[in-house]
């Protein structure tokens, strides 16, 4: 079992960047793909951006392909999110999350969760 604490969420205008941060518990962190998933104010939460275990593959849902990336360092146990150009609509509690097994993109396929942190972008 993994327990997650995300951290590194904020005010930050449009245009800006922000680097978010998530530590893991435990010492199998290096098994689980890492994920990022946001939900906005009223809407429901959605896949940002995956990795897998070693860190080779990363995938990211189209609206945030370019500016944003993915990256681990499982010596640290930690799973980044750097965000770039940032826009109003990227305004969303922000959550990591891990599974056991290969990449998946719903979120109903991760087992753990952080508690998120906030992001918002204004304009």
């Known amino acids: 079992q993994v327990q997650l604490v995300e951290s590194g969420g904020g005010l930050v205008q449009a245009g800006g960047s922000l680097r978010l941060s998530c530590a893991a518990s435990?010492?199998?962190?290096?098994?689980?793909?890492m994920g990022w998933f946001r939900q906005a104010p009223g809407k429901e939460r959605q896949f940002v951006a995956a990795?897998?275990?070693?860190?080779?593959?990363?995938y990211y849902t189209d609206s945030v392909k370019g500016r944003f990336t993915i990256s681990r360092d499982n010596a640290k146990n930690t799973v980044y999110l750097q965000m770039n150009s940032l826009k109003p609509e990227d305004t969303a509690v922000y959550y990591c999350?891990?599974?056991?097994?290969?990449?998946?993109?719903?979120?109903?396929?991760?087992?753990?969760w952080g508690q998120g942190t906030q992001v918002t972008v204004s304009s």
């Open positions: 435990g010492r199998t962190f290096s098994s689980y793909v």
């Open positions: 990795i897998t275990q070693t860190g080779s593959g990363t």
């Open positions: 999350a891990g599974r056991i097994g290969i990449l998946r993109f719903g979120l109903q396929e991760y087992n753990y």
